[in-house]
């Protein structure tokens, strides 16, 4: 993208009459910032000499991690100005999906279920899209609508998607990506993007006027829990005497050996993604081998597992099959204490879950999106929990959202993880994208305005692709990943403006990041993933180092 072009996008985006800019406003007004906006003036990078290592080191201080729910790139980003593989210059064979037998499907499968099976009031007019509302679609990538046609608000929830470790392999098929239909849930829903509509959020404003990273992959094949569990440690969780527990249920029967990618169908299940979701002998959250790479209850509460019957209060039950044992290796956190740099992860309504003692899961909190609470380093009562575990609150406003309010004094530490709380997360089934989009362009403007603003990188990312289809195919990696392309943007006074960094990253770069500028040793999930990319004579994920720019 010319330097022109990318004047005219940030010109046009500042205008008032812009929807984007309009939206946040609006989430500013909710916490009286609006007043202030049109005054904000974006902090110079000071002169710094020397090697990046150098300038970096002496330039960022802050690094804050937003961490989102559950969309590929193509669903929120994929025709942005400036990427390197847009879809709109994808040829059609290329999109087409596959049935079960590998054949070409004539036209998508209807949505299993439906895509809006809830009748939802957005603005006095009713949405409700059932099964037999959205059928006999082309079989190509398509715009998310309503049933008169016109673009489906992004205030409208959506239902939820498969987004599981051995599906997402099955649907990246060796990088053709042409499985997503066949193998998920919601037949032809995966296929679904918001089009021009996506202009209008405040993410894609916040993207013209940094940098977006359009070859950013999760780490991880499949879901929410594993890509946590990478974001902190760069490796997948064990729990390698299952067979001899109650968990032995949950060990995946697959068609292609113990480590291996595809699950074993069941003879029962339809031939055909057009008759219905796929079945099979035994979709487990445990691979044959010991590892724990699907959804499973934290060892602690607040956890979807109650105690024990007369058991200690603050432990999920052992003996329940959901249960995972404590992890004990590192985590990033840890490597950052032994070094005594401060550092945080702020869970929004982690406090609410904590409170609730197990009496089910908060609508605001999902327990395995507090990846350090698997960890027995991070267990109740000990000092680190205590320390770096902290609540991020509710809502909007610095008066009630915790992090918010740190944001503001100037109090976060050198290393900030936060996730909002599950209504402003972005996540289909129990999020819509407005109210998430929304939360985070306020988040943004508040970090604009801290006294840490100066000296501070932003990674707005999401943990998964959420089961939607995406085109671009991932590198080929370890055992574990990368899985689909997701969304990334990079914020700082230091970011390159205006620009699409095509380098590629994933989930893993944040670590790399974390660990470059404090001079951190090699967590043993990110040397196995070098070690994977150098035994094909690759380069691994980059550190984002690219996305910035001194002087």
Known sequence: MTDQANDQQNNSADLPSNPARRRIFQ???????????????????????????????????????????????????????????????????????????GSTLATLPKVWGGMVPTPQNIGGKQYEIKEDQLKDLPN??????????????????????????????????????????????????????????????G????????????????????????????????????YFNAAETP???????LADGPTGTRLAVAA??????????????????????????????PPFQPSYVRPAAGGDPLLADPQDPSTLPPQTFQTIGDLLSEKSVSWAWYGGAWQAALDARGGGEKPNFQFHHQPLNYF??????????????????????????????????????????YKPQGNLNLHAGYSDVESGDQHVANVIEHLKKSPQWKDMIVVITFDENGGWWDHVAPPKGDRWGPGSRIPAIVVSPYAKKGVVDHSFYDTT????????????????????????????????????TGTLSFR
Not at 140 to 154: H, I, R, Y
Not at 247 to 253: E, H, L, Q
Request: aromatic share 8%; glycine share 10%; with cysteine.
């Open 268 to 297: 029962d299940g339809p031939a055909s993604a057009m008759d219905g979701k796929p079945k099979f002998v035994n979709d487990g959250a445990i691979t044959p081998d010991g590892y724990a790479v699907n959804t499973m209850a």
């Open 376 to 417: 027995q380093q991070f267990a109740p009562g000990t000092r680190a929990r205590a320390e770096h575990l902290r609540d991020g609150g509710l809502g909007d406003s610095p008066i009630s959202n915790k992090f918010l309010a740190d944001v503001v004094a100037g109090k976060l530490p050198a290393v900030t993880f």
């Open 203 to 238: 993410l894609w404003q916040i993207a013209q006027q940094y940098t977006l990273c359009d070859n950013f992959f999760m780490a991880a094949f499949g879901g929410s829990y594993l890509n946590h569990q990478f974001l902190i440690s760069g490796r997948t969780p064990e």
């Open 509 to 544: 770069s944040i670590l790399r990041l974390i660990t470059r500028l404090h001079d951190l040793p090699l967590l043993q999930g990110l040397a196995v993933r070098n070690a994977a990319f150098a035994a094909r004579g690759a380069l691994p994920p980059g550190d984002l």
């Open 140 to 201: 190509a990538p398509f715009k998310l609508t309503g049933t008169d046609g016109l673009p489906l608000p992004e205030a409208v929830i959506t239902r939820d998607l498969w987004h599981l470790f051995y599906q997402n392999q099955m649907q990246i098929n060796g990088g053709k990506n042409d499985g997503f239909v066949a193998w998920a849930n919601t037949g032809g829903m995966v296929m679904g993007y918001y089009g021009e509509s996506s202009k209008n959020l």
């Open 27 to 101: 989430a500013a007004t909710a916490v009286g910032l609006v007043g202030a906006l049109p005054l904000a003036v974006e902090a110079k990078p000071k002169m710094v000499k020397g090697s990046l290592d150098a300038k970096l080191k002496a330039s960022i201080k802050h690094v804050v991690v937003i961490y989102l729910e559950n969309r590929s790139f193509n669903n929120l980003f994929a025709n942005f100005p400036g990427t390197s593989a847009p879809l709109s210059a994808v040829p059609a064979a290329l999109a087409a999906q596959k049935d079960r037998d």
């Open 247 to 253: 968990a032995k249920k949950k060990i995946a029967a």
